[in-house]
């Protein structure tokens, strides 16, 4: 099978990046990544896509007056790379209707919890995992979901849960709910370039084999 065209969205590190360009070049995933854009000039993500070759390219949101420009943009970009899938991988920015339209039921997000706790606006990062610690859950985890026009509303692929420790603080919460992001993350885009999503209203059937 064709490997899925990959877009991906990022605004900070890349770690979830950099785990899907690994497990591509693992063959573990069938896809191939055309373009990496970021809406953040010192994005480290822009970094791991150089050293691999692939193009990236930073996008200055104060460049556009709107937000719908800044989107319209984006979708030019993508497109001129064919691109299948489009994967917003620590991507902070909202996208707009027109983006997500156009990419119906081909946008995947990574969120640090379980939706539907811990989501929405203002939900995101570092932020996340200090309203799990502040509320004083005992599970939090990691959601892979499909974009829809609401933000982390959009159809479960995958969660996974982490359990909450007394002795967890804000750096070892973020670092085990990131270890089952990369998991998450990895099998989601792997079972979507292996055609084996279908999203049926709000829940999405996996075929395991
Ligand atoms: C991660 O916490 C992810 O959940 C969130 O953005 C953060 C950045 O991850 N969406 P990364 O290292 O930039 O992939």
Same mark, same amino acid.
């Given at each position: 099978m064709e490997p899925t065209r990959i877009g991906v969205l990022i605004s900070g590190g890349g770690t979830n990046l950099q785990a899907i360009m690994d497990n591509i070049k693992d063959g573990?995933?069938? $896809?191939?990544?055309?373009l990496i854009i970021s809406?953040?000039?010192?994005?480290?993500g822009l970094v791991r896509g150089r050293k691999a070759n692939i193009d990236t390219l930073y996008l200055d949101r104060?460049?556009?007056?709107?937000e719908e420009e800044y989107n319209l943009e984006l979708v030019k970009n993508f497109k001129e790379k064919n691109v299948q899938l489009i994967i917003l991988? $620590?991507?902070?920015r909202v996208l707009s209707k027109d983006f997500i339209q156009e990419f119906s039921g081909r946008i995947i997000n990574i969120h640090p919890s379980l939706i539907p706790s811990f989501c929405g606006k203002g939900f995101y990062g570092e932020r996340v995992h200090k309203a799990v610690l502040d509320y004083g859950v005992k599970i939090t985890g990691a959601t892979v979901h499909f974009v829809d026009e609401?933000?982390?509303?959009?159809?479960?692929?995958l969660q996974e849960a982490v359990k909450v420790e007394d002795r967890d603080n804000l750096d070892t919460l973020k670092e085990k709910v990131l270890e089952v992001e990369h998991k998450i993350l990895v099998q989601a885009v792997k079972l979507y370039c292996e055609n084996r999503l279908s999203i049926e209203g709000r829940k999405v059937i996996i075929k395991w084999e």
């Open positions: 573990n995933i069938n $896809g191939k990544i055309e809406n953040k000039e010192n994005a480290y104060k460049q556009f007056k709107r991988a $620590g991507y902070l609401g933000t982390d509303t959009g159809p479960i692929i």
